[in-house]
């Protein structure tokens, strides 16, 4: 009797976000680059976003694009505590989420300089 063991090396698919950074300042209405390194992935990607610090992902950034793909933050995506859930478009199982970082807007002040707005709290003159 003889033994035929066959071995199949699958190796594990992956996305880790690199792109914006944790604790980022990103600004409505500027290019911001979401990228991120993928393993084994269909090499497309679907992006959502959190505003309230991951407790969920309403709003759809894009659906089945490549990476790096260029955001432009609205004024409907304020958020002290935002978060990017990047996972694959053909396997929602292959997940990654950013570190959080802040959405906000710069409008000019009084007494010269801008102020950072957005749906936070005052912090050292800033709104953040």
């Given amino acids: 009797m003889s033994l035929l063991l066959l ?8 996305i880790t976000v690199t792109a914006p950074a944790a604790a980022a300042r990103v600004l409505v209405g500027e290019v911001v680059s ?3 390194t993928e393993v084994g992935t269909s090499g497309t990607v679907d992006i959502l976003l959190s505003i309230n610090n991951g407790s969920t ?3 759809t950034i ?10 432009t933050p609205t004024s409907a995506q304020l958020a ?7 996972r694959d478009a053909a396997d929602a ?13 710069t409008t000019a002040g009084g007494g010269g300089g801008g102020s950072l707005i957005n749906n936070s709290s005052l912090v050292r003159g800033f709104v953040l």
């Fill in 93 to 105: 199982l292959i997940v990654d989420d950013s570190g959080v970082f802040v959405v906000a807007t």
């Fill in 7 to 14: 071995f199949n090396h699958v190796s594990a698919a992956s």
């Fill in 57 to 59: 992902y309403p709003i």
């Fill in 62 to 71: 894009a659906s089945g694009v490549t990476l790096p793909y260029s955001w």
């Fill in 34 to 36: 979401i990228d991120a």
């Fill in 80 to 86: 002290a505590q935002a978060i990017l859930r990047v």
